[in-house]
């Protein structure tokens, strides 16, 4: 979806409020306490899709996606004690932020403390994130019938209608008390009146849950090297960057999603418009020719993967269109003109556009110093796999910008680059989960799902480009690896026979307002956002307020002249004077003061001049506050669309 950010994220990238972890060797688990079973089993698809069982193996035979860390959310959209649903492989999960009192020598501290719970009350199975946080002790409290929950172990401690029973019996007012074991932090029976801890922790300023462990395990994972930290971007944590993020869901297939912010040749004819260069970009495309793509990938450790991109990042479509296809000699000579001016600069070596993937969240980019391999400026992304058919898009721009701007204003931005091309995802990710669930009817041979790999992508791509040694890379990953997904073929499945009817997929095509509807995919989940909206409807209702009050003002008085209104405010001000020596009353004295003031200034304000320049301003404030509203809604219109890739023409001649 995006090789670049547009310009506007080139000269701003500071992250206000951006809080880099302290450590960035290690990952910091957040207040694990007592051992729990998980009573959370990810259900497992056993038939493959497009089983080939003797696929050659690359290192993803030990990928294992249950021992990974998710991002689910940037710490600060996180509110302080209100809880929030985020959502992995199709089950939701409840986060919280609260404060909790440190000792520190002779100072007392509060720090922030994350704790992360099945989005489930064990009591009826209603949501938590439905719920609070409470305000003494911090523990999130089902609204339903009050069940109360440690977030760090998911100990209920407390259930109200047992309350006065237990105190009856000399019990005191705690539900239940922690059995010796546990107390002792050694494995216990989790009581069925718990509910379901999980690992989380914060990294590079947003929280990972890692769903398929509690807090201790994750921690004894961790210390015994059976789980890695979460994977980093190293621009992030140098003093020298700033970083300006941004989040946004999509109903569109987080494997799909990947495979699009990973494409090299998409920016140059989807994103044709986007100011992120003159005429487009291409710089992580190659040629075929001079500038070969060089791909590596390694595996890492605790069965981890990790592949890397590089390819000389100078234009080539772009430079091919402007001196070879392009018919217009006045810009060919002006092209070479240009290029003689340079000639010497030309003779340094390119930078290298580099694309990384840490499986199977992170992707960062960016056009690195051949000799040092430093970057001005990167862009990183995260993929959270919400689930079958949905992903959750965070981002951020890395620069050394020495400057910042409001992050509303870059997410504006932002917001209509990933408008370009989303929609056309549709089709790609219909095409894929199409093929993927027919994978999963037509194999009938019983072959073991976690071993084995399925060719969606190889059967249903038509790979030409040279710019997609990569793409193909990422495909063989995910047909490698996609039979381990938790929930992948029950939630799979349960799409495809929604909308399938004789072996034909008829689910109806989704507006576009459907799939490009910003308020409901970033302004919801995203304070900056909605703050600013906010404002704009103040700004607007206000506007109109007192646009109206001085309209009924201009009808109902009759202007006077200058002349007038002095001798007006004169008469005032010795009437004032007269009330100072008493010959009226104070209150009077006020009174009639205030009623001469309030009428010489709204003379004042309905003369022609005042009056048709204060409506002005009110008019242009509305107008900027609904343009800036605007742009948080729905926007990306057919009209847009059809207007936005007149564009492509200018990059690539038409024949």
């Keep these: 979806m995006m090789k670049e ?66 991002p689910v959310i940037w710490s600060r959209d996180l509110p302080l004690n209100q809880p929030k649903r985020v959502t992995l492989f199709d089950v939701n999960y409840v986060v919280a932020k609260t404060l909790q009192k440190k000792q520190n020598d002779d100072d007392e501290q509060e720090e922030e403390v994350y704790v992360a719970m099945l989005d489930e009350c064990p009591h009826k199975k209603v949501a938590l994130s439905e719920g609070r946080v409470t305000e003494c002790g911090g523990f999130i409290q089902c609204s339903y019938h009050g069940w109360t929950f440690d977030g760090t172990d998911g100990k209920c401690v407390e259930i109200p209608q047992t309350v006065i029973a237990s105190a009856a019996k000399g019990e ?101 418009s986007s100011g992120t260069a003159p005429i487009g970009f291409d710089w992580y495309s190659s040629d075929g020719v001079e500038n070969m793509m060089e791909v590596k990938e390694e595996s890492t450790e605790n069965g981890g993967w990790k592949i890397v991109s590089s390819v000389n990042a100078v234009a080539k479509l772009a430079k091919y269109n402007s001196e070879v296809r392009s018919l217009d000699d006045v810009s060919t000579a002006k092209d070479n003109s240009s290029k003689k001016k340079k000639k010497k600069k030309d003779e340094l070596p390119p930078k290298l556009a580099t694309t990384t ?32 058919g949905r992903s959750r898009f965070m981002s951020a721009a890395v620069s050394k910008a020495p400057f910042t701007i409001p992050r509303w204003i870059v997410h504006m931005q932002l917001n209509n680059f990933l408008d370009q091309d989303t929609f056309l995802l549709l089709g790609q990710h219909r095409a894929v989960l199409q093929r993927e669930a027919e994978g999963h009817l037509e194999n009938d041979d019983g072959a073991d799902t976690e071993t084995s790999s399925n060719n969606v992508r190889k059967s249903t791509y038509v790979y030409r480009s040279p710019s997609e040694k990569l793409p193909v890379k990422i495909g063989q990953f995910f047909d490698k690896t996609l039979s381990r997904v938790p929930n992948r073929k029950e939630s799979l499945m349960a799409w495809y026979n929604r909308n399938n009817n004789e072996n034909k997929l008829f689910e109806p095509w989704p507006s576009r307002e459907t799939v490009l509807d910003r308020y409901e995919q970033h302004t919801k989940i995203c304070p900056d956002s909605q703050d600013v909206v906010n404002r704009c409807d103040r700004v607007m209702k206000r506007s109109k307020v007192f646009g109206w009050a001085l309209i009924l003002m201009k009808l109902v008085m009759k202007p006077q002249s200058s002349f007038a ?65 605007r742009e948080f809604f729905f926007k990306f219109t057919d009209n847009i669309h059809h207007e936005d890739i007149k564009f492509i023409a200018n990059n690539w001649k038409d024949l």
């Design 172 to 272: 005191g007012e705690s539900s239940s008390s922690p059995t010796p074991a546990a107390a002792a932090g050694v494995n216990a029976k989790r009581n069925r009146e718990d509910g379901t801890a999980i690992a989380i922790t914060e990294a590079q300023g947003m929280l990972w849950i890692s769903p398929f462990l509690t807090p201790l395990e994750a921690l004894a994972a961790t210390s015994e090297g059976r789980l890695s930290p979460p994977p980093r971007v190293p621009e992030i944590d140098m003093p020298e960057y700033k970083t300006q993020i941004a989040v946004r869901d999509f109903p569109i297939d987080w494997t799909v999603l990947m495979e699009n912010i990973m494409d090299p040749d998409h920016g140059y004819f989807a994103h044709s």
């Design 357 to 388: 993937f840490v499986a199977p969240s992170l992707i960062y980019m960016g056009r690195r110093d051949n000799s040092t391999a430093t970057s001005n400026f990167l862009t990183a992304f995260w993929v959270s796999p919400v689930g079958t």
């Design 565 to 629: 209104a002095a001798t007006a405010t004169a008469a005032g001000a010795f009437e004032f004077g007269s009330f100072a020596l008493g010959f009226k009353s104070g209150v009077s004295m006020v009174s009639t003061t205030f009623c001469l003031l309030a009428t010489s200034i709204a003379n004042r304000l309905v003369q022609t001049k005042p009056f048709f320049g204060i409506l002005a301003v009110l008019f242009v404030s509305h107008s900027i506050a609904a343009r800036i509203k």
């Design 5 to 70: 950010l547009p310009l506007l994220l080139l000269t701003a990238a500071s992250c206000h409020g951006f809080q880099p972890p302290v450590s960035t060797a290690s990952v910091r688990l957040l207040h694990p306490s007592n051992h729990l079973h998980s009573n959370f089993s990810p259900l497992h698809s056993s038939k493959a899709t497009h089983l080939n069982a003797a696929a050659s193996t690359t290192g993803l035979d030990a990928f294992d996606y249950k021992t990974q860390w998710y």
